[in-house]
């Protein structure tokens, strides 16, 4: 059993606050621990407040960045050795820090990337918010790699965003039915994995009980990368 290196790690949460929860439980799950002792310090900031990351990409809303700053410098603070975000759109307002960040960040971009290239060489279906989907954060990478993304086309985009809200307002049943007609419209068009590119589209896959692998979570992505800098 790998060892436990004594890193705090410091989790900016809160967007939204189920993906946070689940990425905790992921955390927990995945840890190679045999006792409480063995498993990670963490240090939680969540907070909801932070304003809606896609509405301020599309112009509609307030300015997350600076909210977001603040709560990773906090973290910083309270002596956090590195960081995540288990939320996607954040990274576009994270990246803008470059190397304000206060301390190292575990990306959920590149983790999530790392692991669709490993799924399936010939690329996938991106399922993300419009904000994400917009400000182009999964090509920048992505094209870095060589590895080609699909995009829903805007009917389906609906339909994937529709899922997110629904997980947000804890409506689960509303969540599946919504994700499984967009994800089995794609698959009619294009066999690929599904990237669910927002932290929430994980935790409505799995309630639509669709084929756990045929998809690549980035909530798990970013807890596997965790664990790794961790042990």
């Given at each position: 059993m790998s060892s436990y290196n004594n890193k705090i790690l410091g989790v900016l949460g809160g967007m939204g606050p189920a993906a946070t929860a689940e990425f905790l439980r992921l955390l927990a799950t995945m840890a190679p621990a045999q006792r409480d002792q063995d498993h990670p310090k963490i240090y939680l900031l969540s907070n909801p407040q932070i304003p809606d990351r896609t509405q301020?990409?599309?112009?509609?809303?307030?300015?997350?960045?600076?909210?977001?700053?603040?709560?990773?410098?906090?973290?910083?603070?309270?002596?956090?050795?590195?960081?995540?975000?288990?939320?996607?759109?954040?990274?576009?307002?994270?990246?803008?820090?470059?190397?304000?960040?206060?301390?190292?960040?575990?990306?959920?971009?590149?983790?999530?990337?790392?692991?669709?290239l490993n799924k399936d060489e010939r690329g996938a279906w991106l399922l993300a918010t419009e904000g994400t989907i917009k400000t182009g954060l999964y090509d920048a990478h992505a094209s870095q790699k060589g590895f080609q993304l699909y995009k829903p086309n805007p009917n389906v985009q609906r339909t994937i965003t529709s899922a997110i809200t629904a997980v947000k307002?804890?409506?689960?049943?509303?969540?599946?039915?919504?994700?499984?007609n967009a994800v089995e419209e794609l698959w009619s068009e294009q066999d690929l994995p599904v990237i669910a590119a927002c932290t929430e589209l994980p935790i409505a896959y799995e309630a639509a009980s669709l084929p756990k692998e045929r998809m690549i979570s980035s909530l798990e992505a970013l807890a596997r990368a965790c664990i790794k800098e961790l042990y």
């Open positions: 301020a990409i599309l112009g509609a809303g307030e300015d997350p960045f600076g909210l977001i700053k603040e709560g990773l410098e906090t973290l910083a603070k309270w002596g956090a050795h590195i960081l995540a975000v288990p939320c996607n759109t954040a990274h576009f307002f994270i990246d803008k820090m470059g190397d304000l960040l206060p301390a190292p960040l575990v990306h959920i971009v590149t983790s999530t990337l790392d692991e669709a307002e804890g409506r689960p049943d509303k969540a599946k039915k919504a994700l499984r």
